[in-house]
């Protein structure tokens, strides 16, 4: 446990969460929610069109990988020290223009950027520290945008009709988000549906206990009998299926900004009381407290392994065959790095210019290597984030978590 900065504390230092600004919160806010780019990146699983259930979230196609079944996570998920919703999620977000922030942002502050169709958005981290969920809109398109300050992941999804809350529990140290209409639990970094209150009808938030089920990576196909079934082996379709997720860019400000200066800002008017001026863990300018890179997870992880401090940034990909992942400081220091998933050539690609990366699926093997104007694939010169390779959906993860996550995975750099 790491003595400088608990979960408990976090609870302490936000007032158990007193929601005593929750009534103040009216008016339909739908004009303050401006479209955003899809940037694109989509994952292997979600390339077709597969539609949500009901009032379930919209499902991907295939099911990403898991670290075991979707029963046993649920085993491993452990209270992380608040009730459902005491963490809560913004539903009425609002946003305000760049020139608007002020001396609010500094340069080096962390945001989580999407854009599309020349339109941006940002989410300051000093924000969503204090509510880890967003439920807002994307080019007309209802999402969640995603933040585990525990495990360093900034996700983003499709919702469907339906808005995702805080569970208030853990698997991995990793925030796992329920949905409001189904209550299935969806642990944040993989995705996909384990059972919930509604495997058991526990929904009082008591912990339901925690077993080190870590070993290799699992195939999670979709028509499994052991994977789709709740906790109490009751048929349920949902469980084992994974979300249909869009790229969330970990950036900061000043970059965010520079390449989007007309970007909107998600405001601390939330409806909520807030110090956002403070970071209960730490921070990350320069990186402090539970984000030093050397420091303990509040709780044990899945799986460990020493190849790079706890708190190193990798950049992960993981796909219906498997994960990948590239150190990030190594990207960003040699542009280009070549590694392997499944036998099949994948290359992580650094941005200097929002400072994050991307990973491509480089089946022919097609030269990759960096140039001052950019990307050289073969004989032509291409943005980052715009190689002629089929891109895989990638995001900045703390070490520990995504090899907790999958003790399999490659890594390189």
Not at 55 to 67: E, G, H, T
Not at 90 to 109: C, S, T, Y
Not at 212 to 229: E, I, K, L, R, Y
Not at 248 to 254: A, D, H, L
């Amino acid at each position: 446990m790491n003595d400088r900065v608990t979960r408990r504390g976090f609870v302490a230092t936000v007032g158990a969460i007193a929601i005593a600004g929750c009534s103040g919160v009216t008016g339909d806010r739908s004009s303050d929610r401006s479209t955003a780019m899809d940037d694109s990146a989509t994952s292997a699983a979600t390339t077709s069109t597969a539609s949500g259930e009901g009032s379930l979230p919209p499902l991907a196609d295939r099911s990403l990988v898991l670290p075991m079944e979707p029963p046993q996570l649920r085993e491993a998920a452990v209270s992380g020290g608040v009730s459902k919703d005491g963490i809560p999620a913004i539903d009425q977000p609002r946003f305000e223009a760049a020139g608007q922030v002020g001396g609010r942002l500094a340069p080096g502050d962390v945001v989580f950027g999407i854009a599309r169709n020349g339109v941006a958005k940002a989410y300051p981290q000093s924000i969503l520290v204090h509510h880890e969920v967003c439920n807002d809109t994307l080019d007309g398109t209802p999402i969640g945008v995603t933040y585990c300050p525990l495990t360093g992941t900034a996700v983003g999804f499709e919702r469907g009709e339906t808005t995702f809350g805080v569970s208030g529990r853990l698997v991995n140290d990793n925030l796992i988000m329920y949905d409001r209409a189904t209550e299935h639990w969806w642990p944040q970094v993989l995705a996909t549906a384990i059972p919930g209150w509604n495997a058991d009808g526990d929904a009082s938030g008591t912990d339901g206990g925690r077993t080190n089920g870590a070993g290799s990576v699992q195939s999670n196909t979709s028509g499994s009998a052991t994977s789709n079934t709740s906790r109490d082996g009751t048929p349920n379709a949902t469980i084992g299926r994974s979300l249909r997720e869009f790229r969330v860019v970990w950036t900061t400000w000043q970059r965010w900004r520079d390449q989007f200066p007309d970007t909107r800002v998600l405001t601390e008017d939330t409806g909520y009381i807030r110090d956002y001026g403070q970071d209960p863990y730490g921070s990350y300018s320069p990186p402090s407290g539970y984000y030093e890179p050397e420091s303990e997870p509040l709780f044990p992880p899945l799986d460990t392994d020493d190849r790079y401090p706890t708190k190193a940034v990798v950049v992960g990909a993981r796909t219906t065959d498997g994960a990948i992942a590239f150190h990030k400081r190594s990207l960003r220091r040699e542009g280009v790095i070549t590694g392997s998933l499944d036998g099949t050539p994948h290359v992580g690609v650094h941005d200097d210019r929002l400072d994050t990366a991307y990973v491509y699926r480089n089946a022919d093997g097609a030269s990759v290597t960096t140039t001052p104007d950019g990307v050289r694939v073969a004989d032509t010169v291409h943005p980052p984030d715009e190689l002629p390779l089929e891109r895989v959906h990638a995001f900045d993860a703390m070490w520990f978590a995504w090899h907790g996550f999958y003790p399999a995975t490659s890594v390189y750099g």
